[in-house]
């Protein structure tokens, strides 16, 4: 079975940098064809598609967190890590890691962690 845990503070302060790590098990970060991905859910609006790292390495971000967002891997650990720079408390969301099926499958997420709320405030 494919599980997938996210770990972090759950407390990040205006303009500092949001660190998520997502510890997978059940199946290596390498394997042909997943991607590895961070989506959020912020308080009172709808899912947003943060971005990916893939089987290969290779990352895709969503447009509009680009500059601020960056996805690395750790494949002797097998977690893969958001960093979100420069966050606000529109940042404020549960953060969830999830698996995507190879890209014939339209990425459709079949696997979930369980969330991790994040709250930025001072």
């Known amino acids: 079975q494919v599980q997938l845990q996210e770990s972090g503070p759950g407390l990040v302060k205006p303009s500092q940098t949001l660190s998520l790590t997502c510890t997978v098990s059940g199946e290596s970060i390498t394997a042909t064809y997943y991607s590895w991905t961070w989506i959020r859910h912020p308080p009172g609006k709808g899912l947003e598609w943060m971005g990916h790292?893939?089987?290969?390495?290779?990352?895709y971000y969503n447009p509009s967190l680009q500059s601020r967002t960056s996805i690395s891997r750790d494949t002797s650990n097998n977690h893969f890590t958001l960093h979100l720079n420069s966050v606000s408390p529109e940042d404020t969301a549960v953060y969830y890691c999830?698996?995507?099926?190879?890209?014939?499958?339209?990425?459709?997420?079949?696997?979930w962690g369980k969330g991790t709320l994040v709250t930025v405030s001072s």
């Open positions: 999830a698996r995507a099926q190879p890209p014939a499958w339209g990425y459709d997420m079949d696997h």
């Open positions: 790292i893939a089987w290969s390495g290779n990352t």
